[in-house]
């Protein structure tokens, strides 16, 4: 079983930047591929990166690719979502979501979410 408790997450104007963090229980965190995924409004949830166990390998929604950075600390069982340039359209609930095994982009593919934290962008 892993808990996961997402953080960082506020009020930002445009072009500013936020760094959300997801901390997880469990001493088996490097085996965990960890995704971040988010919901506007009245939108379904998207995919937005996902990081292997390791941290070799990296995924991006193409609406977040070089805007954003997916990385890790196994050591402190966490994950981190940094967010630059930020936009309008960024605004949604972040969520957090690990499974084990290889990273993939689906949201189905993931077993455990942490309880999300909200990011709002002012245009």
């Known amino acids: 079983q892993v808990q996961l408790v997402e953080s960082g997450g506020g009020l930002v104007q445009t072009g500013g930047s936020l760094r959300l963090s997801c901390a997880a229980s469990g001493r088996t965190f490097s085996t965990y591929a960890m995704g971040w995924f988010r919901q506007a409004p009245g939108k379904e949830r998207e995919f937005v990166a996902a990081?292997?166990?390791?941290?070799?390998?990296?995924y991006y929604a193409g609406s977040v690719k070089g805007r954003f950075t997916i990385s890790r600390d196994n050591a402190k069982n966490t994950v981190y979502l940094q967010m630059n340039s930020l936009k309008p359209e960024d605004t949604a609930v972040y969520y957090c979501?690990?499974?084990?095994?290889?990273?993939?982009?689906?949201?189905?593919?993931?077993?455990?979410w942490g309880q999300g934290t909200q990011v709002t962008v002012s245009s």
């Open positions: 979501a690990a499974r084990f095994g290889r990273p993939l982009m689906g949201q189905y593919e993931y077993n455990y």
């Open positions: 990081i292997g166990g390791r941290g070799g390998i990296t």
